[in-house]
């Protein structure tokens, strides 16, 4: 699973560079979100924009990596595809995560 990571002020920005999180790969997703964010201590954006397909396997694996952060840090979620984005919804975890457009409009929400 390949994840990129780049730094903002006061923001962790980790990149899923892969075009499926689904059953096949969301284990290698949870381990290299646990290896990428564990030094940390500020919010994780997580950059969808890459994800064309989700399954439940693949949401799990974001919420372990959401609790895997901690109570004071938070993960949200940006660049959903219109497929990746139609599941958030429908499983209503759109309401679990703060979710953005893009990038930037979630680091424009985060310097507000």
């Given at each position: 699973m390949e994840l990129t990571s780049s730094k903002e002020?006061?923001?962790?920005?980790?990149?899923v560079q892969e075009q499926r999180i689904d059953a096949s790969v969301a284990l290698a997703f949870k381990d290299r979100?646990?290896?990428i964010t564990e030094e940390g201590?500020?919010?994780?954006?997580?950059d969808l924009n890459h994800v064309q397909f989700i399954d439940s396997s693949g949401l799990g694996a974001i919420v372990a990596a959401?609790?895997?952060l901690?109570?004071?840090?938070r993960l949200i979620l940006a660049g959903l595809t219109t497929t990746v984005e139609k599941v958030f919804r429908l499983t209503r975890m759109d309401s679990?995560?703060?979710?953005?457009?893009?990038?930037?409009?979630?680091?424009?929400?985060?310097?507000?």
């Open positions: 002020p006061g923001l962790q920005i980790v990149t979100m646990r290896q201590t500020e919010p994780v954006l997580l959401m609790k895997n901690g109570p004071d840090r679990v995560f703060g979710v953005f457009s893009t990038v930037e409009e979630a680091l424009a929400e985060m310097r507000a």
